[in-house]
């Protein structure tokens, strides 16, 4: 019995994975996690290799450095005579002395990788999802458990779910051969079209009159957009108008504070004709559907917001002259505390978090234009955590980036 075309790619993915390989992670003071091929400090910075590059944070920012298990490996010989079975065009017996192996240890990650192998390599695509879901339940952060479970859905005919799973897998590391089973598994780009496209929902009763209205706003904004940022959304941008939920025209609605989720949501109750506060809303909430599409939701939210606010028409000057006088004093917040939701910024500290979004984004324009900007989206598109994607598109690290930040905002001349 020879493997099927699917089972050989699969096997040579593993043959390429050093059986002994380990990572490690490092964990920022903000809780975020890289996981890296190797650390190591060097004076008053944390080195890191990942992927062919070396990059660096300051120790101030790191709050500890973690080892994984070692990927892909172990010593259990019948998953080491399963993955000889397997290579040998038998999954059959690979099948019995993976199962044998899983009644000495239920959660053997390479165990149950390899069953899925086999299943897939036995035209099982069914109990091949069964098990990868199995391996995704006792580690939902493996990459190789995500992908795996990305080919038991496309084998399934489920492109849908493969295409989550297998951005979910690039996400947590970036892997040429996943990235081209997403590219098969992914509809074809749409050919660009004249105007933007749009899928209108109403969370309440229907407004026909004002539903028109935020869909011809809704347009024009879509191609500047488009203009600044080098790329249209291929699949239609939805927008849920909540009638039943009334507009707050104040500065910053409450309902507004997170970043969306690409869908387009937003209260009309009581209005009539689009106001200019909710003008802005709309372009605003429509550069996070941009973003979430490029980026597939890996995009820091101060990056997230300072791009809303900046297409929105916000005015970087102001949110700079507030700044200044921080800068001066050392007390600049740093970017990576404003990665997260901004859900769990203190109410107190909101507006600053905002005005140091679209401020630092600003200084992205300033120095590296639109093009820096969009380079920055595309590598973070590719899957790249924010502390490599920097020095890909801008050629400075992150500290280098708010140390030079800082310097332009504490040149200013103060507020009279």
């Not at 298990?69 to 019948?78: F, I, K, T």
Request: charged fraction near 20%.
């Amino acid at each position: 019995m020879k493997p099927s075309s699917l089972s050989r790619l699969v096997l040579a993915a593993i043959i390429l994975v050093p059986p002994g390989a380990k990572a490690d992670v490092i964990v920022l003071t903000n809780g975020r996690t890289i996981q890296v091929d190797r650390v190591w400090y060097e004076g008053t910075q944390v080195r890191y290799a990942k992927d062919g590059g070396v990059y660096g944070l300051p120790k101030s920012l790191v709050a500890k450095v973690e080892q994984l298990a070692p990927v892909q490996s172990s010593r259990d010989p019948d998953v080491l005579k399963a993955r000889e079975r397997l290579l040998a065009g038998d999954p059959v017996e690979a099948t019995r002395l993976l199962r044998m192996a899983l009644a000495r240890d239920p959660l053997s990650l390479p165990a149950l990788h390899g069953l899925v192998d086999a299943y897939l390599a036995l035209g099982d695509a069914r109990a091949a999802r069964q098990i990868a879901e199995r391996a995704v339940k006792i580690d939902s952060r493996d990459a190789r458990s995500r992908a795996l479970l990305g080919d038991a859905l496309a084998a399934q005919g489920d492109r849908a779910g493969a295409i989550e799973q297998y951005e979910r897998s690039l996400l947590l590391h970036p892997d040429a051969n996943v990235r081209r089973k997403l590219s098969e598994v992914a509809p074809p780009p749409a050919q660009p079209t004249q105007g933007a496209q749009f899928r209108l929902r109403y969370d309440g009763s229907v407004n026909e009159p004002m539903g028109v209205a935020v869909l011809k706003t809704l347009a024009a904004a879509f191609e500047e957009h488009a203009r600044h940022l080098g790329f249209r959304p291929d699949a239609p941008v939805t927008v849920v108008l909540q009638t039943e939920a009334a507009f707050q025209d104040g500065p910053t609605p409450p309902w507004a504070a997170g970043v969306n989720d690409g869908t387009i949501r937003v209260p009309v109750q009581g209005l009539t004709n689009p106001t200019a506060r909710l003008v802005s809303v709309l372009r605003h909430e429509l550069a996070h559907s941009f973003i979430a599409w490029r980026t597939r939701g890996n995009c820091p939210t101060w990056l997230h917001e300072g791009i809303s606010q900046w297409l929105e028409g916000g005015d970087p000057a102001r949110a700079d002259a507030r700044l200044a006088g921080l800068a001066r004093s050392g007390r600049l917040p740093t970017l990576l505390t404003l990665e997260g939701p901004f859900q769990a910024v203190p109410a107190g500290e909101l507006q600053q978090a905002y005005e140091v979004s679209l401020s630092a984004t600003a200084y992205i324009l300033r120095v590296k234009g639109e093009s820096g900007l969009q380079r920055l989206l595309a590598s973070l598109g590719d899957g790249h955590p924010s502390e490599e994607a920097l020095p890909v598109a801008l050629s400075l690290s992150y500290p280098e980036f708010q140390k030079a930040w800082a310097a332009h905002l504490a040149s200013l001349e103060p507020r009279k």
